[in-house]
């Protein structure tokens, strides 16, 4: 059974601190995303990655960074949390020709 | 560039009803097309995957959805709703770049 798994499925931080927020995923998959998802705004992007070491910004970026050292981990970095950056974050990964994506169980962060 | 409408932030239906979740999408290339799932507090799982083969694509659950070129939709039906469908349902579009682009989300509500 194909797996993405993320390190916590919530996780409460204080303002100011700088959060890790991990991914993994067993299925060879090139390509690996990060989406932030706010009721009624859908998923939107953050960054996505398709190789190890090599990163894009998707239509959110501020606020956050990224790392790809290895193919079958993503991780997600908030530099110095806020509290708009209180949100269910979710990674996901795909092949680069198969369009559909594959998701983790999300990570419910709350910054107080 | 490509967009995805989902009409209806909510939808509540009685058990045993026809459930139909509306989706209409633009794309300036054939479009792949996706329906996911959320389950309170999971990730997103995928429901079924229109790829330019037949029209009507079942997926699982007894969802299905009817590929509409011409009027641009990939409406998602059930034709007898259960309490255990009761989710949050995304429709998605993949762009030129093989990324997708969502709609925001339409939660199902089951009325007993």
């Known amino acids: 059974d194909v797996k993405v798994t993320q390190s916590s499925r919530y996780l409460v931080k204080r303002t100011g601190e700088k959060v890790f927020l991990e991914c993994v995923q067993d299925?060879?998959?090139?390509?690996m995303f990060w989406y932030r998802q706010d009721p009624g705004l859908g998923l939107r992007l953050i960054y996505f990655s398709y190789d190890v070491k090599m990163k894009e910004k998707g239509d959110i970026p501020e606020g956050y960074s990224v790392s790809r050292e290895k193919k079958e981990r993503f991780s997600l970095i908030l530099e110095s949390a806020s509290t708009n950056q209180t949100s269910m974050y979710l990674c996901?990964?795909?092949?680069?020709?198969?369009?559909?994506?594959?998701f983790g169980p999300g990570t419910r962060l709350t910054v107080l | 560039a490509q967009s995805v409408t989902q009409l209806g932030s909510h939808v509540s239906v009685s058990e045993g009803a026809l459930v139909l979740l509306r989706c209409n999408y633009s794309s300036s290339v054939p479009p792949y097309l996706f329906w996911y799932v959320q389950y309170p507090n999971q990730g997103l799982q995928l429901l079924l995957k229109y790829t330019s083969a037949a029209t009507l694509v079942k997926g699982i659950n007894g969802f299905e959805a009817e590929f509409k070129k011409s009027e641009t939709s990939f409406h998602l039906t059930k034709p007898s709703a259960h309490m255990r469908d009761a989710a949050e349902y995304f429709c998605a579009v993949s762009d030129s770049n093989y990324q997708l682009i969502w709609g925001a989300g339409t939660k199902l509500i089951i009325k007993p």
């Open positions: 299925m060879d998959h090139e390509n």
């Open positions: 996901a990964s795909n092949h680069p020709r198969d369009r559909q994506q594959f």
